[in-house]
């Protein structure tokens, strides 16, 4: 059962292009982390937010937590072809788990 | 700090033989996962460990065991290698619940069962 649905699954754009991704859900979770991985490597946490309309910004990258903790998006602005790789969205409950979404995998060209 | 370690890099092995894959973290951490994953599918947890001498059960454990005698190692035995084990397989580690705090990834060690 795939808990978290994130769209889209591919996206190639250009150097400067906006995009945004979705991660979304019917359960509500107590956090929820991005994570970016790149070929061969493992993923790489970027953020993690935890309360309900929460929006946390790194640089370039703007996260958003829903209202209701089901939903999250990833907004980058000018994006850069150092921003290629794969965004994995991930949500906690009560244990020890992570439910990973099945992520997007995004190419910035020059 | 190394931090997550995984050998090896990557393994080609016959139905039905069996391997180890070994994960070590220096960070003093707690928590210990085994993940799979397949193009496409995201990240599937396989086992987690919440300290020395304790393990469970993740989503898809089945045709996989694991120990963990010290908090520094968490080895994935496979046993009687089957051709849908084909994956990477990432260890992570992290110092408390994973809803609260940040897992650290190994490189991962891409597994071909022929």
């Known amino acids: 059962t795939q808990l978290l649905e994130q769209s889209p699954q591919f996206l190639s754009i250009q150097e400067g292009e906006n995009l945004t991704v979705y991660c979304n859900s019917s359960?509500?979770?107590?956090?929820l982390q991005w994570y970016r991985q790149e070929p061969g490597e493992g993923p790489v946490l970027l953020v993690t937010?935890?309360?309900?309309?929460e929006v946390k910004k790194l640089k370039r990258l703007t996260f958003q937590f829903g209202d209701a903790r089901k939903d999250s998006s990833l907004h980058i602005t000018a994006a850069q072809p150092g921003d290629t790789g794969l965004y994995l969205c991930a949500g906690a409950r009560s244990g020890y788990e992570l439910n990973f979404g099945k992520g997007t995998s995004l190419l910035v060209t020059p | 700090n190394a931090g997550v370690t995984q050998t090896p890099k990557f393994r080609i092995l016959k139905i039905g033989q069996s391997m180890t894959l070994q994960c070590t973290q220096d960070?003093?951490?707690?928590?210990m996962y085994w993940y799979r994953q397949d193009p496409g599918m995201g990240l599937k947890l396989i086992y987690y460990s919440v300290g020395a001498g304790i393990t469970d059960k993740g989503e898809v454990p089945n045709g996989y065991n694991v120990s963990r005698s010290t908090t520094e190692d968490f080895p994935l035995r496979l046993e009687l290698a089957a051709p849908s084990q084909t994956s990477v397989y990432f260890c992570?580690?992290?110092?408390?619940?994973?809803?609260?705090?940040?897992?650290?990834f190994g490189p991962g060690t891409r597994l071909t069962v022929l």
């Open positions: 937010v935890v309360t309900g309309g």
């Open positions: 960070m003093n951490h707690n928590y």
């Open positions: 992570a580690s992290s110092y408390s619940r994973p809803s609260t705090d940040t897992q650290y």
């Open positions: 359960s509500v979770f107590s956090s």
